[in-house]
């Protein structure tokens, strides 16, 4: 059973930079997309970025384009989530998630396999 394992959060400040980091456990990613999303009390969980198994594909959500960058190392079994230029309003859970097949999706029901989450905090 595959395991994605979010690491990298934590608190910062209004303008920092921050990379979180996605291990696959239990199993490799194979061959299939993996997204980031994120959650704060009382809201539904939303889209952030995806990338195709490849990388040749990604998506963003409106709110962080040109602010965040998804990528990842299929040698080292590993997806990154570069944010910069963080606001208070990204202050969140952040979810990684790694779907079967390989392309991209802002759809969380698409996703098969749910990592625990990350705190990101952004100070004001």
């Known amino acids: 059973q595959l395991q994605p394992v979010e690491s990298g959060g934590g608190l910062v400040q209004t303008g920092d930079s921050l990379r979180l980091s996605c291990a696959a456990s239990g199993r490799t990613f194979s061959r299939g997309a993996v997204g980031w999303f994120r959650q704060t009390p009382g809201k539904e969980r939303e889209f952030v970025a995806s990338?195709?198994?490849?990388?040749?594909?990604?998506g963003y959500a409106e709110p962080v384009k040109g602010r965040f960058t998804i990528s990842r190392d299929n040698t080292k079994n590993m997806v990154y989530l570069q944010m910069s230029s963080l606001k208070p309003e990204d202050t969140a859970v952040y979810y990684c998630?790694?779907?079967?097949?390989?392309?991209?999706?802002?759809?969380?029901?698409?996703?098969?396999?749910w990592g625990q989450g990350t705190q990101v905090t952004v100070s004001s």
């Open positions: 990338i195709s198994w490849s990388g040749g594909s990604t």
């Open positions: 998630a790694a779907r079967s097949v390989s392309g991209t999706s802002s759809d969380l029901t698409r996703y098969d396999y």
